[in-house]
């Protein structure tokens, strides 16, 4: 079954405005973390943010900031004031427990600032 | 700089043959794991290890192989017996135990092609 959906596979944005980028995750671990990467096409993976399960605050980085709704297991990635170098594929990832070593991933959602 | 490399950058493979993918990290992290990215996929977890001489499969590790004989080295094995290897390949390590945000730090990967 899948566990991470991303369920947008391409998002354009003008700049300068916000976007929300959906992910929802599917879990019975009481216990787990969810993660923001994103990948210019140059390829490498760049962490964003971060939110753990336990986590009474949505977590905010900068201009990230992730809408976690608990019961509806989502937890959206939210970008303000879109730049152009925001343009890059960006995946949602899973660890379950509190301590697990493996990431789950989407499948990624692409996004195109335009100017 | 501490970080994650990987060579090569872009590695040609014929027909029945083997090659290695290197990955080496000098951030003295205990974890480290190979993934492999298909064209608008997310991320698969081939291989990882905890600990040197000691590794696990991941989701998708046939036709694969590993080794960890030092803590900074964690090179990657594609074997012929991998029918469809072109693919993006990316190494990532991390401190163990991961707790709470510790996420994976990504080296730049290497891009396979089959000619």
């Known amino acids: 079954a899948q566990k991470i959906t991303q369920t947008q596979p391409g998002m354009f944005v003008q700049e300068k405005e916000a976007v929300t980028l959906d992910c929802t995750y599917d879990?019975?671990?009481?216990?787990?973390?969810l993660f923001w990467y994103k990948q210019p096409s140059s390829g490498e993976m760049i962490f964003l943010i971060y939110?753990?399960?336990?986590?009474?605050q949505n977590a905010t980085e900068g201009r990230y900031s992730l809408n976690f709704q608990k019961a509806r297991k989502s937890a959206n990635l939210v970008i303000s004031a879109s730049q152009l170098g925001d343009s890059a594929m960006y995946f949602c990832?899973?660890?379950?427990?509190?301590?697990?070593?493996?990431?789950?991933f989407g499948a990624g959602t692409i996004l195109r600032v335009k100017s | 700089d501490g970080g994650i490399t990987q060579s090569p950058k872009y590695l040609f493979r014929k027909e029945g043959q083997n090659v290695t993918l290197s990955c080496e990290q000098n951030?003295?992290?205990?974890?480290m794991y190979w993934y492999r990215q298909d064209p608008g996929q997310g991320l698969r977890l081939i291989y990882y290890?905890?600990?040197?001489?000691?590794?696990q499969k991941g989701d998708i590790a046939e036709g694969y192989s590993v080794s960890r004989e030092k803590k900074e080295s964690f090179p990657l094995t594609v074997t012929s017996a991998q029918k469809n290897p072109t693919a993006f390949y990316l190494c990532?390590?991390?401190?163990?135990?991961?707790?709470?945000?510790?996420?994976?730090?990504f080296g730049p990967g290497t891009r396979l092609l089959v000619l």
């Open positions: 990532a390590s991390s401190k163990l135990p991961r707790l709470g945000p510790e996420t994976q730090y």
């Open positions: 879990t019975s671990d009481p216990s787990y973390g």
């Open positions: 939110q753990g399960s336990y986590d009474q």
């Open positions: 990832a899973m660890r379950e427990g509190l301590s697990g070593n493996k990431l789950v």
């Open positions: 951030l003295n992290h205990d974890a």
């Open positions: 290890s905890q600990i040197v001489n000691d590794f």
